[in-house]
């Protein structure tokens, strides 16, 4: 199998922008003080797991970890 080029796509910012505030916790969900692993297929520029987590904490979660089954984008050694 070959290499392949990155297909032009949105920028982390502009991926970030996409998914600002697009995650809510349902009120009164006991996440206060707990540790929680996202996960991911795919993880591309990270701004969703970022989105997700920043909720997360925002709702009380002590630690939040994301287990990543395969990154896009990155270029072989």
Do not use: W
């Not at 009164?28 to 996202?38: E, M, N, R, S, W």
Request: charged share 20%; with cysteine; proline share 6%.
């Amino acid at each position: 199998m070959g290499f392949v080029a990155d297909r032009p796509g949105p920028s982390l910012p502009a991926r970030a922008r996409n998914v600002a505030g697009a995650f809510a916790v349902l009120e009164d969900h006991p996440f206060a003080g707990k540790t929680v692993c996202l996960i991911d297929d795919i993880k591309t520029t990270g701004a969703t797991l970022n989105e997700c987590a920043k909720t997360l904490k925002a709702a009380g979660a002590d630690k939040v970890y994301a287990l990543v089954l395969a990154v896009a984008g990155q270029r072989p050694a």
